[in-house]
């Protein structure tokens, strides 16, 4: 009897792993798994199974879980990987000091390059080709996970091609604010009211509310990447539980510039159900990944239409969100229907998936719940009741080992 074999792809480089690793954010410590030094150990198996051993400052950290998670999520993302395995140990006291020594360093040298905390989700929503309705993604899933009483941030990458300003509804100047590191931009802000009397807010930023004639002028002559580390690093985002951003069509460079300055980034393809529009999808994802973002699934949008009368009609055809999503090994995380009311809620600046019911609601409420729950969960931080640093510290004992005892 023949042995039927799957053609095994080629296993990830060691390097390629601990590429993607830069993307594991530790919360607490407010920096990546990598240079912390948490990552003690990568092994890359031929079968394509991947063990990595992750050291904890401490064996008991309430975000062990979390960080176990996103490393399954980065690593298995990663072409050619059959499986992940995540071990999870304890750091010596060595390790600890070199890692106390480190973040010491990095919070005095290398204060944050963004304004983004380090607990907020960061999720670029993309295509590969423009028009597929990321932009309509980007507002209404924005708008369904503040429904959940959460604080989202929307940037609006699109530079050129603004749209989030009119979908959402706002207008006006970006304020500045005059801080001791220079004037900083404001995003405008909405509230949100959602079910069971909670609340949410999108805090948004887009060229839309800079072009007055002035800075139209300035902001012609930026790189598209330089407008994009402005909105990283010069706006006064505060705390959110998500950022999303909505990419411009055709977003090589750009995705090249987000892996650099915001690592951590993770990327949710858009895509319509015709296979033409899936082909250029998955050009972006491998873009994305050669830039070593995490590609954390895809959304079929412009699916089968229901009419009003119970009929259904795959306009665009069908299947092309399922097609790609297996061309590029990540999750299918839903469908959108084909709904005028999609249009017509981005025209009045009320996104639909606001309204109090319908498919197009049904369609955005389980993305958000989805994304919210399981791709991307909100990052927990009750759970540490002391800052990790100072446990670490006390744990470690005097803060100079070397040094003379007093008296
Ligand atoms: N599910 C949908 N049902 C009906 N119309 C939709 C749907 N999604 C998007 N649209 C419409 O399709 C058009 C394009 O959508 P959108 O602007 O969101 O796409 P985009 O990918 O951001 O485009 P661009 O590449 O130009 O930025 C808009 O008019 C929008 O209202
Ligand atoms: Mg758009």
Sequence with gaps: MAIIQTAAATPPAEAAVRNALLGVIDPELGDNIVELGMVRKVDCSPDGTVTVTVALTI??????????????????????????????????????????????????????????????????????????????????????????????????????????????????????????????????ERTISGSE??????????????????????????????????????????????????????????????????????????????????????????????????????IENMSAFTCAHGETYALFGEGGGERLAAEIGAPLLGRVPLDMAVAAGGDAGEPVALAADGPVVAAFAELAGRIATDVAPVVEMSGCTVRMLDAVEQALGPKEPGAPKPG
């Design 59 to 188: 064996a008991g950290c309430p975000l062990r879980t979390q960080l176990r998670k996103d490393v399954e999520a980065r690593v298995g993302s990663l072409p050619g990987v059959t499986g992940v395995k995540v071990d999870m140990g304890e750091m010596g006291a060595d390790e600890k000091r070199a890692l106390m020594a480190r973040a010491r360093w990095k919070a005095r040298e290398d204060a944050p390059v963004t304004e983004i905390p380090s607990t907020t989700r960061v999720i670029a929503i993309a295509s590969g080709k423009g028009g597929v309705g990321k932009s309509s993604v980007t507002v209404n899933l924005a708008a369904a996970l503040a429904s959940r009483g959460l604080t989202v941030g929307v940037l609006d990458a699109d530079i050129w091609g603004f749209s989030v300003p009119r979908m959402l509804g706002l207008e006006g100047r970006i304020p500045g604010e005059s801080t001791g590191g220079g004037p900083k931009m404001v995003p405008l």
């Design 197 to 298: 009397g909670r609340e949410g807010r999108l805090k948004v930023i887009s060229m839309g509310f800079l072009a007055g004639e002035d800075e139209a002028i300035m902001w012609r002559g930026l790189m598209l990447n330089r407008a994009l580390q402005h909105f990283l690093e010069d706006v006064r985002w505060g705390d959110m539980d998500y950022l999303l951003i909505d990419m411009p069509p055709g977003t090589g460079d750009i995705q090249m510039g987000l892996a650099r300055m915001l690592p951590r980034t993770e990327m949710i393809v858009v895509t319509t159900p015709a296979v033409a529009a899936q082909k250029v999808a998955a050009r972006a994802a491998d873009t994305a990944r050669k830039g070593y973002l995490r590609v954390a699934g895809v």
